[in-house]
């Protein structure tokens, strides 16, 4: 046996014991389980009515469920990127094409100020 798979081999069984004596992360483990085998097993059991009284079958059901996940998974996505670019501060588009528009538009002020003050030299000259 090669020095590096048995140094792999120890490591991996190191890491399999810790893991295996920590009993909070495997009552844990186990109460997720508990509580998605409940879950799955209260949909399987929830009968849901459409809007013409028939009662929707299960494929169905779980079509509906997986579209109101994506629904919130997508709400919640967008609501973390908004804090997200909130707490950076990053500038929008519009706040940069904003402050463009500024800086033309001061640059234009300035070429004004500068042919009036070239204007007033001539008239103080003659």
Do not use: C, P, W
């Not at 046996?1 to 792999?8: I, S």
């Not at 459409?50 to 079509?63: C, P, T």
């Not at 519009?94 to 033309?104: C, F, R, V």
């Amino acid at each position: 046996m090669k020095a590096k798979t048995f140094l792999e081999l120890a490591s991996l069984s190191t890491a399999l014991y810790t893991i295996s004596k920590d009993t909070k992360l495997m009552e844990k483990l186990e109460a997720l389980s508990e509580s998605g085998k409940e879950k799955i097993n209260h949909f399987m059991k929830d009968v849901v009515i459409d809007e013409n009284g028939k009662e929707i079958e299960f494929l169905d059901r779980l079509a509906l469920k997986a579209q109101e996940t994506k629904d919130d998974l997508e709400t919640k996505i967008g609501e973390m990127a908004t804090a997200f670019y909130a707490k950076i501060n990053v500038a929008h588009t519009d706040k940069i094409l904003l402050l463009q528009s500024k800086l033309d538009q001061l640059q234009k002020d300035v070429s004004l100020v500068e042919a009036r003050i070239n204007q007033l030299e001539k008239t103080q000259n003659s």
